[in-house]
Structure formats: structure tokens, C-alpha cells
């Protein structure tokens, strides 16, 4: 058989996407109906400025997976991360969602997120080097 590896163009990473997608559905079928649901949300002050945000998605099988959270630094430790994450929680619930995931890294915020309930299933060493990467869960919603 002859092949060859190329980059991908416009459109391609979307179609291999859903192609994954596919074949996952095929082997265990979505508990939603919309199969990505957007859990995106931030806070911001008076002015309008963002001083938080938080990109999370909801997929197939009422999991969450939180991408990215972030807190201007001027607000961090006064309970704006806290209060944004909850409420992710509660829209994600609201769905019907009862698992959620994330990573951070060490230099980043796990001692926050295990304060909310967090906890850690999986580490990667040396990610970036002489660094570790860690992933947790949190069940807030029993099946």
C-alpha cells in the first residue's frame, strides 16, 4: 500500500475529529443530545474588564472537561476562581453532568483545585521538564 504523510490543511483536523467522534458514539453511544455542549464562562469588573474566565465544554457521555481557567493575578486568593468553578459546576450539573476533568501543573494551581473538591488521578513527570502535570476529577453529581 502506498501512502504519504502530510500537514493538515484547513478543515482536515475537524474532519479527523469527526471521525474519532464517530467511532466513539459507535462503541458507546452519547447520553446528550447535543454531543459539545459550551460551558464557557468569565467574570469581569465594573469597567467591563475580563478578570476571569474559565473554557469548558461538556461532551457525549455528560462528562466535563475544564480546558482553561484563569484569574488576574490582582484577584487571586479572594475567592473569584472558587466562585467561578462553582458555578461551571452548577451549569454543568444543570445539564446533566456528572463528572468533571482538568490538569494543571505544578507550578499552577492544584492545592486550588483540591480545595474544591479535587483529586488527583494521574500524574505526568518531567512535563515540562523537571516539572509535573496533574489531572483530577470531580464527581458532583451522583448517576
Known sequence: M??????????????IIDRLVEYNLSR??????????TLDKKITDDAGKIIAGC?????CWNVAYIDTLWV???YRGKG?????????????????CYLIHLD????????????????VFGVLDDCPKR???????????TL
Do not use: W
Open 104 to 119: 494543571t501543573f505544578d507550578f499552577q494551581a492544584k492545592e486550588f483545585y483540591e480545595k474544591q473538591g479535587y483529586a
Open 2 to 15: 502506498n501512502y504519504k504523510i502530510e500537514n493538515c490543511k484547513d478543515g482536515d483536523a475537524d474532519y
Open 80 to 96: 473569584v476562581g472558587a466562585r467561578l468553578l462553582s458555578e461551571i459546576e452548577e451549569s454543568a450539573k444543570a445539564k446533566g
Open 72 to 74: 488576574d493575578s490582582e
Open 131 to 141: 516539572h509535573c502535570r496533574y489531572y483530577l476529577k470531580k464527581v458532583i453529581s
Open 55 to 59: 473554557i469548558a465544554k461538556m461532551y
Open 28 to 37: 458507546v453511544p452519547a447520553e446528550q443530545e447535543t454531543l459539545f455542549d
